[in-house]
């Protein structure tokens, strides 16, 4: 009975040791375990713990099981059962079960449950082509001021269309905190099955801006002209399809319009918000819904509008020719007080975060301040949360990429005050509820599987059809030379970098290691020495480019055309890299000393797309089969 604890943590799935990036081994610490398994509503006392486990042995029934799409699922239970396939339909019968149609069904005989999950067994791969990331905020330039919009965003498609490019990629659009300026990373979302208002397009005058975006403007601006449009489309006498959206988006849009109306009173985190108000269901929330009626109204119609806008673009991109049209962004994780765990308490686990193991960039480890999803609720739920909110993007895109898919087969816990560990999740099952909402969609997904990959993972993504990443800054060859182009995997979005690391001018030039030395992060003997190594990246990078020679080194087309002959399926080319601008998006480990997420691009969306360097792009990437 001694270690009945150690036994529940195994089986709710808490790794009991790793072995970091450097060699070292690290167990994980009875307080860190004990963390995790209270964040999951587990015992941590020996008779708790012995409970429990009985508990999840009952039953002759797995949790779940992942079946072919309309084929016989090889699970047979014992004696009678019971079949509940997702539209609601029910069967009886004893032996074999019947072929099943896409979807998440639910089983039960024995006296327990499980859920099938029919899926393709492989999603198709998409055609050989290529397509443009830009930053949805700073499509707006500093003649023009304010931020861009989702007309922007369709602008844009329309323009890269034209150049034969299949996709447009953005920055993630969940919901953000409307009432916190200083909130602007896409990453850390409030809600990610509803949408940023701060891109609707409302009109008004353009005003210059000086410098990057200053959220702590534009988001009231913005508020206050969302407020404006609301008011005359009231007085207008509303619209019947904003009521019949509404009606069929029913109690979660709701529930997300009431805390968007509670936090412009309260504060934009709920767990600040009086004790009350933190239960969506008390008498005192529910009252507060009747006498916040008109705002929770706005917040709706706030939604509608940008739900309409996004569609437009998507729907205009696929019209003027791209092959998937908009290319979105899930984040990893949510805000643990933001308006998603708000709704869905039961989905997240509480008092840790997600993050990521000690390397030799971060000694200590990194703490996100993101609520991952508890493991637990997401199996008695049937994947719930996670089908809906893959179901939520893939709607209004034809590709999705999955912002750190190595959490689908283990994600690194930070408790409060106690070391992380990682903990295992339903690798399979996760993949399966992805491929079954691809498939509704007709989309593509892309797994962000960056760092150290867990064993076993890299062969599940392809063998489900769901493309990887690979990055030319950091692609090697058996010899350690860069990657030859016929050398990348066919399965993958091949790029330059990301919004997190150098652009091409910056890397070439050590922008980003001055950046951390102005601010201090480094000292300048380690600058020294990340500049030395820099040059030496960037010889051996011109050396494997050396066959490109019709474009001199340091021009991004000769970057762009080793990228464009990789046998990867897709090649994301970013604008920044098209227009030689040095700075890179994000500068991870900062907040208010570097301009994260607040660089304007130097023009409009219409003379981006007519500038030359873009028709040079597309025409390398023409030239080569894309």
């Avoid at 450097?22 to 006392?45: F, K, Y």
């Avoid at 269901?281 to 009252?287: D, F, H, M, P, Y």
Wanted: charged share 20%; glycine share 10%.
């Amino acid at each position: 009975m001694a270690d009945a604890v150690d036994r529940l943590a195994e089986a709710a799935g808490i790794v009991p040791a790793f072995t970091d990036v450097t060699g070292q081994t690290r167990e994980t610490a009875p307080e860190t375990r004990d963390a995790i398994l209270s964040a999951m509503a587990l015992p941590t006392d020996p008779a708790g713990a012995e409970a429990a486990l009985a508990e999840m042995n009952e039953g002759t029934l797995p949790a779940w099981h992942v079946a072919s799409v309309d084929e016989v699922p090889s699970l047979v239970p014992r004696g009678p059962w019971q079949l509940t396939l997702e539209d609601g339909t029910t069967s009886e019968g004893t032996g074999p079960l019947p072929a099943l149609p896409l979807g998440r069904h639910r089983l039960e005989a024995d006296g327990s449950a499980c859920w099938l999950l029919a899926a393709p067994p492989r999603l198709p791969l998409p055609p050989r082509g290529w397509g443009l990331m830009v930053p949805l905020y700073g499509l707006k330039p500093a003649e023009t001021g304010g931020l861009g919009t989702y007309a922007d965003l369709a602008r844009m498609a329309e323009g890269t269309a034209a150049h034969g490019a299949g996709f447009l990629g953005l920055n993630p659009v969940h919901a953000g905190f409307p009432t916190d300026p200083h909130a602007a990373s896409p990453y850390s979302p409030s809600h990610r099955r509803r949408l940023s208002t701060l891109h609707v397009d409302v009109g008004g005058p353009e005003v210059p801006a000086d410098g990057p975006i200053d959220y702590g403007t534009q988001i009231p601006a913005q508020n206050a002209a969302l407020d404006a449009a609301f008011a005359s489309f009231e007085a207008a006498g509303g619209d019947q399809a904003f009521d019949a959206w509404q009606a069929a988006e029913g109690t979660a849009l709701h529930d997300f319009a009431l805390h968007q109306a509670l936090s412009e009173i309260h504060g934009p985190y709920w767990d600040r918000w009086p004790a009350a108000l933190q239960d969506p269901a008390s008498a005192e929330t529910r009252a507060a819904a009747r006498d916040l009626s008109t705002r929770v109204r706005f917040h709706a119609w706030a939604q509608w509008m940008a739900e309409t806008q996004l569609r437009a673009a998507q729907s205009r991109a696929r019209a003027a020719g791209m092959t998937q049209g908009l290319y979105l962004d899930l984040a990893v994780g949510t805000h643990p007080h933001g308006a998603e765990t708000w709704e869905d308490r039961e989905s997240f686990a509480f008092g840790t975060s997600l993050g990521a193991p000690p390397d030799a960039f971060a000694a200590d480890g990194q703490t996100w301040g993101l609520a991952p999803f508890n493991p637990r609720r997401l199996i008695e739920t049937g994947f719930r949360a996670l089908a809906e909110t893959l179901a939520r993007q893939l709607r209004l895109s034809g590709l999705l990429r999955i912002d750190h898919i190595l959490g689908f087969d283990r994600a690194f816990w930070v408790p409060e005050g106690a070391p992380g560990a990682y903990v295992r999740m339903p690798r399979d099952a996760m993949l399966a509820v992805a491929r079954i909402e691809a498939a509704r969609a007709g989309a593509t997904i892309v797994g962000e599987d960056l760092g150290n990959i867990p064993d076993g993972l890299g062969h599940a993504l392809e063998a489900s059809g769901i493309l990887g990443c690979r990055l030319t800054m950091f692609e090697r060859g058996p010899d350690g030379a860069p990657r030859a182009a016929h050398d990348y995997p066919e399965a993958v979005v091949a790029s330059f970098s990301t919004h997190d690391l150098p652009t091409w001018a910056g890397w070439r030039t050590g922008h980003d290691i001055g950046a951390r030395a102005a601010l201090g992060h480094i000292d300048e003997a380690t600058a020294a020495g990340a500049r030395a190594a820099r040059r030496d990246e960037v010889s051996a990078l011109d050396d494997g480019t050396a066959a490109h020679a019709d474009h001199p080194a340091e021009d991004a087309a000769r970057m762009h055309t080793h990228l464009a002959r990789t046998a990867a399926r897709l090649v994301a080319v970013q604008i920044e890299n098209v227009l030689d601008m040095p700075a890179q998006p994000n500068l991870p480990g900062t907040i208010a000393d570097y301009p994260n997420w607040r660089q304007r691009l130097p023009a409009r969306p219409e003379a981006v797309v007519g500038d030359p360097r873009l028709a040079e792009t597309a025409r390398i990437m023409t030239e080569n089969g894309r």
